[in-house]
């Protein structure tokens, strides 16, 4: 079973700048076909916001995030990254890895990272 611990979440202010992490441990992501990055804000659902292939280039956004954001992986390091620019205070949310299928059902989550966005 795959442990994914996600980092570099903060606080930043509105126009700014983070990458979030995702690095997985137990098993690499090579065994999963997709790995996502989700969001939930406070008093909210938890949303989807980006996703990579794990083999291939194929990469997929939520219409909030796209040309903001940028999802990216590193096999080497088993780890996938959530490049964020131009933050709002929207984007302010509990940010989450997880790893799943060709179908897009995530069975495997990490812990979250905080980001909050002060305008």
């Known amino acids: 079973q795959v442990q994914l611990v996600e980092s570099g979440g903060g606080l930043v202010q509105a126009g700014g700048s983070l990458r979030l992490s995702c690095a997985a441990s137990?098993?690499?992501?090579?065994?999963?076909?997709?790995v996502g990055w989700f969001r939930q804000a406070p008093g909210k659902e938890r949303e989807f916001a980006a996703a990579?292939?794990?083999?291939?280039?194929?990469?997929r956004y939520a219409d909030s995030v796209k040309g903001r954001f940028t999802i990216s992986r590193d096999n080497a390091r088993n780890t996938v990254y959530l490049q964020m620019n131009s933050l709002k205070p929207e984007d302010t949310a509990v940010y989450y890895c997880?790893?799943?299928?060709?179908?897009?059902?995530?069975?495997?989550w990490g812990q979250g990272t905080q980001v909050t966005v002060s305008s």
């Open positions: 997880a790893a799943g299928n060709a179908v897009g059902v995530y069975s495997y």
């Open positions: 990579i292939r794990w083999s291939g280039d194929s990469t």
């Open positions: 137990g098993r690499t992501f090579s065994r999963y076909d997709m």
